[in-house]
């Protein structure tokens, strides 16, 4: 049933399907949800993005006006690449960005630089997007930004705090690839990664006003006590800003958002409904909780398993037998040097916390992405039969936590769940199911 659950969940946000049940082409009017757009009133029609999922985004865009396309170029992670006609797909680094993702974005930009107030932009945008779409200012070299996204993304600083650093030593980020369009119609057609779907924190919000602030950004940097480990260039670069020697990033009030429309096509409470669906159909009385679960793992989880221990003794949220559904996206503060995901981690917190669960469950979490940190897993799950394996390998549990280890430790019991890449990104999903019925 799990198992038909996450299928469900990844089919909820695919890409091509996402694309093709919410956009439609007739004769010279597309329409996206409620917009209109007369293609005939435009010179150029331009397809332009950057994420995990804007590739398999790309080749379904093609698929429904491929004749009005006149160029395009999407920047997508390595392996995420699918065969596309007019639309070129570059491959770049993430989460780290690299060399590719600086060159595939100096050829984006030479596009969208040459429109003009007489042409279209489609954007494709999802998670991933911060890494893969990046402009710098000549001060900040691709090594002094590679250091401050291992610092940002180790220090257990959530998404919308790692943004709102990235945006002001960025050039694209945080609506100034918007500016650079302006004065060209403008529609971000997007897949929601982001807790809450901000759209300013959805790949550090290129085409959207940004409502922090040079003063957000050295305030993360603070809270997270990284000062001292920040290269000198990108210290300096958010010192002049504090200083207004750096122009901000645009706000809301600016002209151009006018002529700009951003429209979410996918999200994790979308996947976390179909979840649902699946699951009630399978017997199972089930209530989604939240699609905002932030937090880091290690506290998180015990909050987590409180619930689910409550629920299955008291029947206080769902009848039995049950499920109860959550989505977001923890963070994990690393310590050790071993493998592993935030997805991973929490399962390994929560099996610790279920320890004394006898009753049948079971429990998952899994990146939509199909990737859980430098894995090749999406993810891991656990039901109520996983400590007899641990005693019998005679396995430390919290030795591996402490060494940050959770992919070796499922991998010996057997327990990582691998998808592959599923070309779409909407945060992680989370199941658990249980039957407490008297044996």
Not at 14 to 36: A, G, S, V, W, Y
Not at 100 to 113: H, P, Q, V
Not at 362 to 389: H, L, N, R
Request: aromatic share 6%; with cysteine; charged share 20%.
């Amino acid at each position: 049933i799990a198992e038909n659950m996450l299928r469900a969940a990844l089919d909820a946000v695919n890409p091509t399907n996402l694309i093709l049940k919410q956009c439609r082409l007739e004769h010279q009017m597309f329409r996206i949800q409620d917009l209109r757009l007369d293609l005939s009133q435009f010179s150029n029609i331009y397809v332009l993005g950057a994420g995990k999922a804007s590739a398999h985004m790309a080749q379904a865009l093609e698929q429904l006006m491929g004749p009005h396309i006149s160029e395009g170029l999407i920047i997508t992670k390595y392996g995420h690449r699918v065969p596309t006609k007019k639309i070129r797909v570059l491959e770049a680094g993430h989460p780290v960005p690299d060399k590719n993702s600086l060159n595939a974005t100096g050829e984006l930009l030479k596009i969208a630089e040459k429109s003009t107030a007489n042409d279209l932009i489609i954007f494709l945008l999802s998670g991933g997007g911060s890494a893969l779409l990046e402009h710098l200012p000549p001060s900040i070299s691709l090594g002094d930004l590679q250091q401050l996204n291992q610092l940002l993304l180790a220090s257990g600083a959530n998404i919308e705090e790692i943004n709102a650093v990235r945006k002001h030593i960025s050039l694209v980020k945080g609506g100034q690839l918007a500016r650079l369009i302006a004065p060209a119609k403008l529609v971000s057609l997007i897949i929601s990664d982001v807790v809450g779907n901000p759209l300013s924190s959805i790949a550090s919000g290129p085409t959207t006003a940004d409502e922090t602030t040079f003063q957000d950004a050295w305030q993360v940097i603070e809270k997270y006590q990284l000062v001292e480990q920040l290269p000198e260039s990108i210290k300096n670069h958010l010192k002049r800003g504090l200083a207004e020697q750096i122009s901000e990033t645009p706000k809301t009030n600016e002209p151009m958002f006018k002529n700009v429309q951003n429209i979410i096509l996918g999200s994790n409470l979308l996947a976390l409904q179909k979840t649902q669906k699946v699951a009630i159909k399978a017997g199972l009385h089930t209530v989604i909780l939240t699609d905002r679960l932030q937090g880091e793992v290690s506290e998180i989880s015990k909050l987590m398993a409180a619930i689910f221990e409550s629920a299955m003794e008291l029947q206080n949220l769902v009848q039995n037998p049950g499920c109860l559904l959550l989505g977001g996206e923890p963070t994990v503060k690393l310590k050790g040097d071993g493998l592993g995901g935030r997805n991973q981690e929490l399962v390994l917190h929560m099996l610790k916390h279920l320890k004394k669960i006898e009753h049948p469950f079971y429990f998952a979490s899994i990146g939509t992405d199909g990737t859980d940190g430098p894995t090749d897993a999406a993810g891991a799950w656990i039901d109520e039969q996983t400590w007899k394996q641990v005693a019998e390998k005679k396995l430390d549990v919290q030795a591996y936590l402490e060494h940050n280890d959770s992919y070796h430790f499922f991998e010996k019991i057997g327990r990582l769940i691998k998808t592959g890449p599923t070309g779409t990104n909407v945060m992680d999903i989370m199941i658990f199911i249980f039957d407490n019925t008297p044996f």
